[in-house]
């Protein structure tokens, strides 16, 4: 562990940190709920503290060229501010996890065994240029009984800091530890590094971001990592899809939000359909000012695009920008998508029953749909009120997480004196 995780200001937060976490564990929902209004009133009527903040972030965004997606990630402004206090009110009105009863029995002997729901303790939490995740993370983690311990990263560096500060009034306004949730920013990336070390201070790290933050994370930490996956998102359009829910369906995925995780990156179509779909498909993509990185069955339906490269079909753009490849048949859509996705979300476009159910029986994502757009594959979408990412490992959890994520189990044995023989 480096130098700065020695610093007493260092370990101060994460001592903070699991002091808090003792006393979330055991809150109320009631004192809970009472935290998460706080703060959803914090956001919307701090708009003046937040706003310019985050303009000041902004301007420094431009001035270092960080990309149109993720300057768009970057932005907050009324409408997003309103949204995320709705979130935080909606999460305030979901039912507390902790405590809750997964499965018991009573034994032959006598004894009474529950597993029941408790928090992990302290999270720590590794984004970049996302100042809705400080908001969403913070109240996910109190209605579950967590800490959090967050570091925001330099792009949003101004808006996390007054968030946070918001998020510490509001907490504290109801008697609940203020240092239930902190950020780390100040020790930049060194202090990103040592928050991987810090086993034994944060219980859980869950990385949010670009493909290199994800696997950075996933290679070096000592804590155990929530794998949240870069988005090499699919749609496969069956020959038997219908024109005008394939236009649809395309373009929402594409141009709806293009700088996020669930949005589509790769179209795949059915040769025998190819015809009849790509004209409309890809002009109204087109229209809506979307580049098209074209195969060469493609180019050949329609001229206005750009020759695909092989890292075309594992890129995740996050910009109006889309990969497009006509295959044989839903084999070779099946093994395009098993070759190059990141098991985040596919979705196929049919009418045909038994190719749908194959598709969701053999796609291996976390998010697999059927004639819907990707950019349902959200925690806000799915009923979470929020999300803390969208998993796509296999452990400890996959897709959009919730409350119930943010928590462990544990076993409570209750007996009359029983002594096993």
């Not at 290199?212 to 930490?221: G, W």
């Not at 206005?304 to 109006?320: G, H």
């Not at 395009?336 to 979300?345: D, E, F, K, M, P």
Request: hydrophobic share 45%; proline share 3%; net charge negative.
């Amino acid at each position: 562990m480096s130098e700065t995780l020695l610093a007493p200001s260092f370990l101060e937060k994460l001592d903070a940190a699991r002091d808090a976490s003792i006393t979330l564990a055991t809150a109320t929902a009631e004192r809970k709920n009472a935290a998460l209004l706080a703060i959803a009133a914090a956001v919307t009527s701090g708009a003046d503290r937040i706003l310019p903040a985050n303009d000041l972030d902004l301007a420094n965004a431009r001035d270092n060229g960080l990309s149109v997606g993720l300057q768009d990630r970057l932005r907050l402004d009324e409408q997003r501010l309103a949204g995320l206090a709705s979130a935080v009110t909606q999460i305030a009105s979901l039912v507390d996890p902790v405590g809750e009863s997964v499965r018991g029995s009573t034994l032959p002997n006598g004894l009474k065994i529950s597993q029941v729901r408790v928090p992990f303790g302290v999270v720590g939490v590794i984004y970049e240029a996302r100042p809705n995740v400080t908001i969403d993370i913070a109240a996910l983690a109190l209605k579950s009984g967590n800490a959090a311990v967050l570091r925001g990263g330099s792009a949003a560096l101004n808006t996390n800091r007054v968030l946070v500060e918001l998020l510490q009034e509001a907490i504290a306004s109801v008697g609940l530890p203020a240092l239930s949730v902190q950020t780390i920013d100040e020790f930049g990336r060194e202090g990103a590094r040592d928050l991987m070390a810090a086993r034994g201070y944060i219980d859980v790290l869950i990385p949010r971001g670009s493909a290199d933050l994800i696997n950075t994370v996933v290679a070096e930490s000592k804590v155990p990592v929530i794998e949240t996956g870069a988005g090499v998102v699919h749609v496969y359009l069956d020959e038997s899809a219908d024109e005008q829910i394939s236009v649809n369906i395309v373009h929402n995925a594409k141009v709806q939000r293009p700088s996020v995780c669930n949005a589509l990156e790769t179209l795949l179509v059915h040769e025998s359909s190819a015809a009849r779909l790509l004209p409309s498909v890809l002009g109204r993509l087109r229209e809506a000012g979307v580049t098209i990185h074209a195969d060469e069955r493609t180019a050949a339906l329609f001229v206005d695009v750009v020759p695909a490269t092989e890292d075309d079909w594992s890129t995740e753009y996050m910009s109006l920008d889309v990969s497009v490849r006509v295959v044989d048949d839903l084999d070779a859509a099946l093994a395009h998508i098993r070759q190059y996705s990141t098991h985040h979300t596919e979705s196929i476009i049919t009418n045909d029953f038994a190719r749908a159910e194959r598709f969701l029986a053999e796609v291996d994502s976390a998010v697999v749909m059927v004639n819907a757009s990707t950019r349902f594959t959200d925690g806000g979408e799915f009923g979470f009120g929020a999300e803390v990412g969208i998993s796509t490992q296999k452990l400890h959890t996959r897709g959009p997480m919730g409350l119930s994520e943010l928590t462990s189990t544990k076993w409570v044995v209750r007996g009359t004196g029983q002594v096993r023989g």
